[in-house]
């Protein structure tokens, strides 16, 4: 039987300094990236972001 090594980053939702090491940007950067539009979800004080809206966020402003 063959295990595989579960990492943060293999979920869909991740807290936000996963989410800036998965982009390998500092957390202040994310937060930049926040108020350009990408969606961080809050609920009371527990704020989360989807692994697919980063990636889609990344796709949408590169070029």
């Known amino acids: 039987m ?3 090594k579960h ?3 293999d979920t869909e939702w991740m807290d936000l300094k996963t989410a800036a090491g998965y982009l390998n940007i500092s957390y202040k950067t994310l937060m930049s ?3 350009m539009g990408l969606e961080i979800t809050e609920i009371g004080r ?3 972001v989807s692994k697919s809206a ?3 966020f990344m796709k949408q402003h590169s070029f």
């Open 33 to 35: 990236f926040r108020a």
């Open 46 to 48: 527990i704020r989360r």
């Open 54 to 56: 980063l990636d889609e």
């Open 7 to 9: 990492t943060e980053t």
């Open 2 to 4: 063959q295990y595989s």
